[in-house]
Nanobody
Framework: QVHLDESGGGLVQVGGSLRLSCSFS????????MAWFRQAPGREREFVAA????????ITADSVKDRFVVSRDTAKKTLYLQMNSLKPEDTAIYYC????????????????WGQGTQVTVSS
């Protein structure tokens, strides 16, 4: 069973940067994709970014595509989300997730979730 563990959240001022990390373990395969979602209070969980297993293709939500970058260190079995130029509306719990349906934007395509890490952007 795949296990995910996020870290790197915290409090940051507007315009600042954070890098989230997600270490993963367990059986995976070439059909796996990994992604970041976020959920703000009172809102549905929304897609942020995803990368395929080979790390050669990624997609990013329009709301963050010029500021956030997803990447992976396969040797360290870690997925990253570099977040720059943070805004108050980026405040949310960020979740790392994995699924075997390839790279997708919908939450139902992912079956394994981490516990989440809080990101708070203060103005």
């Amino acid at each position: 069973q795949v296990h995910l563990d996020e870290s790197g959240g915290g409090l940051v001022q507007v315009g600042g940067s954070l890098r989230l990390s997600c270490s993963f373990s367990g059986p995976t395969g070439s059909n796996y994709a990994m992604a970041w979602f976020r959920q703000a209070p009172g809102r549905e969980r929304e897609f942020v970014a995803a990368e395929n297993w080979y790390g050669n293709f990624a997609i990013t939500a329009d709301s963050v595509k010029d500021r956030f970058v997803v990447s992976r260190d396969t040797a360290k079995k870690t997925l990253y989300l570099q977040m720059n130029s943070l805004k108050p509306e980026d405040t949310a719990i960020y979740y790392c997730t994995a699924g075997n349906r390839g790279i997708q934007r919908d939450v139902d395509s992912y079956t394994t979730w981490g516990q989440g890490t809080q990101v708070t952007v203060s103005s």
